[in-house]
């Protein structure tokens, strides 16, 4: 990143658990998951007869019927499909391995001349995890994981830059103005690289952890602050929104969900106990909580925030901005193509979505149902 990263360490814990739903709530799951595989064989067919493995180029020729015909959400939609491309990478890899034996005996044909089946019972993926991330000025962005891009080398350039052109151009003289030509656009040009090396880091992160990214919606922030007039330049140099549009198409491409946030009072809130003060903000680098003395990064502490509130509306079923590709004339399959669904499966997502208080248990429970119906997570497919 060429200078631009700095970690702050965080621990992580992960700790296995088993669910014990009730008697409901377990064949709502299981029908549920049912409908998961089923549409995961379906997607897997599609990928052996048009030879496409790549999540994206697949995404582009299932997601739609796959929503539509099994009525799943988009976040379990995405998941089916990638679990049958890491499906496919991994039976390339056993193959490439010589696990599988020669290429041309008996196992080795067996294992290339079918699609990938995958078991009813077979696990689903399931993920609402989230990368919050906060933007900045002095900080470009900043991760919930703590990694922070600082903009202090590209102010440095921005205030150079402004200063040599009110040089050049109060000099006026032919070989000032040429200098001015020449450096014309400079600042942009340095503006969007660094930009683009922050999205790529992003969405790289949040591909290989399989998280979605989680953006602040600041829209019409230059219209609403009041800012003193050496102020003003800084606040309008600042590219968020193509910061924002950079991650969001280089999302689409490697298949990561994008949501927006309302950004208000993220900066003032605490992470930990979601105390709200102004007071909490003590300087532009550092949150002390004034309820209960937590102290973080205050960019750090704002991404957080940012994090929750995403994951909340996930849950809720929110639709990411990315996922969505335009229906083109021969690239889509037609939705009729796919298998109708068994009966149970729809009758369980309607049970789902009809009583609240069994639907985030559902949603959440769906990549370890496994464990409580028996499954085993460690073989989705044969």
Not at 22 to 29: D, F, G, I, K, S
Not at 169 to 197: F, G
Not at 331 to 345: F, I, N, T
């Amino acid at each position: 990143m060429c200078g631009f990263l700095a970690n702050v360490g965080v621990m992580k814990l992960v700790v296995q658990i088993k669910l014990l739903p009730t008697p409901e709530q377990a064949w709502a799951l299981e029908a549920t998951l049912c409908a998961c595989n089923e549409a995961a064989c379906w997607v897997s067919e599609i990928a052996y007869e048009r030879d496409v493995r790549k999540n994206f180029a697949l995404r582009k020729l299932t997601y739609r019927p796959v929503k539509d015909r099994w009525r799943l959400g988009a976040q379990a939609a995405q998941h089916v499909i990638k679990k049958t491309c890491d499906a496919y990478e991994t039976l390339r890899a056993n193959l490439k391995a010589g696990n599988l034996g020669k290429p041309g005996s008996k196992r080795y044909r067996k294992a290339t001349g079918k699609p990938i089946a995958f078991r009813p019972e077979g696990a689903q993926p399931y993920d609402d995890r989230i990368l919050g991330i906060d933007l900045g000025i002095v900080n470009i962005a900043t991760t919930s994981d703590g990694v922070i891009m600082a903009g202090r080398a590209l102010n440095r350039t921005r205030t150079r830059e402004r200063a040599l052109c009110a040089k050049l151009q109060k000099k006026n003289t032919p070989s000032a103005r040429r200098r001015l030509k020449k450096r014309r656009r400079k600042e942009a040009r340095r503006t969007k690289d660094i930009n683009h090396k922050i999205a790529k880091h992003v969405v790289a992160e949040a591909e290989r952890t399989g998280r979605g990214i989680a953006l602040e919606d600041l829209g019409g922030i230059r219209e609403r602050v009041r800012l003193t007039k050496p102020q003003r330049a800084t606040l309008h140099s600042w590219a968020f929104h193509q910061l924002g549009q950079f991650m969001a198409y280089k999302a689409r491409k490697a298949g990561v969900p994008v949501v927006h946030v309302d950004p208000a009072y993220t900066s003032r809130t605490c992470a930990e106990c979601g105390h709200i003060d102004k007071a909490n903000r003590v300087s532009q680098a550092w949150f002390a909580c004034r309820n209960c003395g937590f102290v973080d990064h205050a960019d750090r502490n704002g991404s957080r925030n940012i994090r929750a509130r995403a994951e909340e509306l996930w849950r809720r079923g929110v639709q990411s901005i990315t996922p969505a590709h335009p229906r083109k004339p021969g690239v889509g399959l037609d939705a009729s193509a796919a298998p109708q669904p068994v009966a149970p499966a729809v009758q369980a997502l309607r049970f789902i979505e009809g009583q609240l208080t069994v639907a985030p248990i559902a949603t959440s429970m769906v990549a370890v149902i496994g464990a409580c119906i028996g499954a085993d997570s460690g073989e989705g497919y044969r």
